[in-house]
Nanobody, 124 residues
């Protein structure tokens, strides 16, 4: 199973970015997926998740600005990020749950497969 993120970059505060995670080797239609992020000097934290049925969940502080979605036909999971703030600067990771027909949990330990990450830098 491979997860490859793309779409990161350097943007100014207030801008939008759309991250994409391309998954190979496992059908996302049967597994939950999620996005996590890790800022410099901080621990990895949950951003958003989507269950195998498409139910979304978000970190409370990001709800309303970030939107997770998936395309089962393309086997991709996207993260739309709007009104970006300098505090959103981090490496963003895509992850896939280890259990079939799983819900989107907030715990990194529930996710077996991870991408290499894509860097997002938001300047003020």
């Amino acid at each position: 199973v491979q997860l490859v993120e793309s779409g990161g970059g350097l943007v100014q505060a207030g801008a939008s970015l759309r991250l994409s995670c391309s998954v190979s080797g496992r059908a996302i239609s049967r597994y939950a997926s999620a996005w996590f992020r890790q800022a410099p000097g901080k621990e990895r934290e949950f951003v958003a998740a989507i269950s195998w049925t498409g139910i979304e969940s978000y970190r409370d502080s990001l709800r309303g600005r970030f939107t997770i979605s998936k395309d089962n036909s393309k086997n991709t999971v996207d993260l739309q990020m709007n009104s970006l703030e300098p505090e959103d600067t981090a490496v963003y990771y895509c992850a896939m749950n280890s259990r079939r027909f799983s819900s989107g949990t907030i715990y990194a330990s529930d996710y077996e497969f991870w991408g290499q990450g894509t860097r997002v830098t938001v300047s003020s």
